[in-house]
């Protein structure tokens, strides 16, 4: 969808045309799952998929908010009126960024925008994050904000926590307003503190597919937030600020010391993860993609059986991939649905998309929807 498209659509709506357009992606997570509030390790990557917004300021306090994927119905909100909780529909992504911009002390004084996206939906891939990040970014540049990119991650988080209600990390933000084209973006939540890591997986021959079951997943709900409850109380038995406290090689040592067996699986997941990503960063490095397939492989039985957040639509593209040669599969994201992802040969693609396919129709599930992803721009500006 392009810039111009969204422009002309704005300036049917509001009659003139837009100061700028801005786009923010969503997200894959290449391995680091359920890491974010525990200070931990992640490595997602930005999807060419993403919300493209049209945006222009206003002065006398009014947000106009129109979305193209919703039909034809303007939002008209007062930015003072603008609170937490309550019955929230997709306005509460862009209306919450500067509920969260004003609380932080910045003078918007309103806007109108029109917004398109083209991130899937409930399938774990960041929809919200790049709606959230693409009028964030609109704002600060429109206002003049000056706001770093983490610093409009976090305000974009505070956003989904507090006036969503979705109490998810800050790995799905950072990954829209901080990736880069042909890279995976090593993020330690801890101090933000980020690197760019080359991964150009067709230069080796490789692909990395994107399976989304169509089993749409909700943060707001309850999985998510009991995760993350007993990670605090497994950091809190420890005595540890949070789980990232805790080294891989004294792992066994902080299992036996819990008497909790409903939080020792939990902890072993966090703990491991974090290590599965600096394993893989260190490959990376290495130059050897392929050898990443087996971390990707444990890290989903690891959410499958320790974190217990996949399900049977998850588990079936990964083990039909690994039957047909893929290199190593995963469920990607908050999990209970959404998508995984398949790192397979160059050649297999084909096979293997065909394998899944036929696995989903003879299990009785919706036909998956799956595409090829590549490593594409972070937020940026387009008009
Ligand atoms: C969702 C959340 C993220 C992160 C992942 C799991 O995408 O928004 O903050 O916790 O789940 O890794």
Not at 50 to 69: F, P
């Amino acid at each position: 969808m392009g810039a111009q498209q969204v422009a002309d659509r704005f300036a049917e709506l509001y009659g003139a045309g837009p100061e700028g357009v801005w786009a923010a992606p969503g997200r894959v997570n290449l391995i680091g799952e359920h890491t974010d509030y525990n200070d931990g390790f992640v490595m997602p990557f930005a999807l060419p998929h993403q919300a493209v917004a049209a945006v222009s300021r206003r002065t006398d306090g009014v947000l106009r908010l129109h979305s193209a994927d919703i039909g034809d119905s303007v939002a008209e909100l007062r930015v003072d009126d603008l609170a937490p909780g309550g019955d929230h529909d997709w306005t509460a992504y862009p209306a919450g960024v500067v509920w969260a911009l004003r609380e932080a002390g910045h003078a918007i004084t309103g806007a109108d925008v029109h917004l398109a996206s083209t991130v899937p939906t409930g399938a774990g891939l960041s929809s919200s994050a790049a709606l959230e990040v693409v009028i964030a970014l609109a704002l600060d540049d429109l206002y003049g904000l000056g706001l770093r990119r983490w610093q409009l991650a976090r305000l974009c988080q505070r956003a989904e926590n507090v006036y969503v209600g979705a109490p998810t990390g800050i790995m799905d933000q950072t990954a829209s307003a901080c990736c880069e084209a042909g890279h995976a973006l090593f993020l330690d939540t801890r101090d933000l503190s980020q690197r760019q890591i080359p991964f150009d997986l067709a230069a080796g021959g490789l692909r990395l597919l994107v399976v989304d079951t169509q089993v749409k997943h909700a943060h707001s709900g309850g999985e998510y937030g009991k995760r993350r409850a007993g990670c605090e109380k497994g950091a809190a038995l420890l005595g540890v600020d949070a789980l990232r406290d805790i080294p891989y090689d004294g792992l066994d040592a902080a299992l036996a010391r819990l008497g909790d067996e409903e939080i020792v699986p939990l902890v072993r997941h966090v703990v491991t993860e974090n290590e599965r990503v600096e394993r893989t960063v260190a490959l990376l490095r290495a130059g050897d993609p392929r050898a990443i397939g087996p971390v990707l492989t444990e890290g989903h039985a690891s959410l499958r059986d320790d974190f217990r957040i996949s399900c049977p639509e998850l588990d079936l593209v990964v083990d039909t991939a690994l039957a047909g040669g893929a290199l190593g599969a995963r469920m990607t994201g908050g999990g209970f649905g959404g998508s995984a992802i398949v790192l397979a040969e160059a050649t297999d693609v084909e096979t293997l998309t065909k394998a899944v396919e036929e696995a989903f129709a003879a299990a009785g599930f919706t036909a998956p929807r799956v595409f090829e992803a590549v490593p594409s721009a972070g937020a940026r500006r387009l008009a």
